[in-house]
């Protein structure tokens, strides 16, 4: 299985400062036949299910706002909110489509300072 | 717009069979470029993908190795709907369960159920 570890555990950012959530991957997710990452963003706020943000590594889901970016490649992925707003705060999971089992980070807890 | 509807029991006795079900509107359960799934969250084991279902001219069913001899996901067309069917549960299968599409061409989940949690217990 591919295991997906993310970092920090939780994250404390004032409105309008950047946050940045990092995850890691056990192998790589890049699928070379078409240079796709197969890795996903959620956001998971309190008795909701995970709302996909983005997805191959770097697309965002319609209707997220762009403050809300991904980078990374291969094993090493970022997701960056430019200017936190306080309807940002939540859980923030990534994600391995690459192969099943489909594996899911830990999550980072999200916070206003 | 895809919804996903979620319904069953929250309570299951050890050793008994958990089953939900989930309704699906604004897409079809045999579209040739979707698949079905269920995922759970729970604290101790966090997001865990259990299995989906897709059609392409035939059922297709694929699981988790960790709940592989456990699960069942059945489709009906007729309510255009599919379930979960766990037995055997444990305790260790208290979790919140959802249902979620992973849509044309891709393999991340971008429509999800609202979830029900779902508790074992005598």
């Known amino acids: 299985d591919i295991v997906m570890t993310q970092s920090p555990d939780s994250l404390a950012v004032s409105l309008g400062e950047r946050a940045t959530i990092n995850c890691k991957s056990s192998q790589s997710v890049l699928y070379t036949s078409n240079n796709k990452n197969y890795l996903g963003w959620y956001q998971q706020k309190p008795g909701q299910p995970p709302k996909l943000i983005i997805y191959?590594?770097?697309t965002r889901e319609s209707g997220v706002p762009d403050r809300f970016s991904g980078s990374g490649s291969g094993t090493d992925f970022t997701l960056t909110i430019s200017s936190l707003q306080a309807e940002d705060v939540a859980v923030y999971y990534c994600q391995q489509y690459y192969t099943t089992p489909y594996t899911f980070g830990p999550g980072t807890k999200l916070e206003i300072k | 717009q895809v919804q996903l509807q979620q319904s069953g029991l929250g309570l299951v006795k050890p050793s008994q069979t958990l089953s939900l079900t989930c309704a699906i509107s604004g897409d079809n359960v045999s579209s040739n470029s979707a698949t079905w799934n269920w995922i759970r969250q729970s604290p101790s084991r966090g997001l865990e993908w259990l299995g989906g279902?897709?059609?392409?001219?035939?059922?297709?069913?694929y699981s988790a190795v960790s709940v592989k001899s456990r699960i069942s996901i059945n489709v009906d067309t007729s309510k255009n709907q599919f379930s979960l069917q766990l037995n055997s549960v444990t305790p260790e299968d208290t979790a919140v369960y959802y249902c979620?599409?992973?849509?044309?061409?891709?393999?991340?989940?971008?429509?999800w159920g609202q979830g029900t949690l779902v508790t074992v217990s005598s």
């Open positions: 191959w590594a770097s």
């Open positions: 279902t897709y059609y392409t001219s035939e059922w297709y069913n």
């Open positions: 979620a599409r992973v849509g044309a061409s891709s393999r991340y989940f971008d429509n």
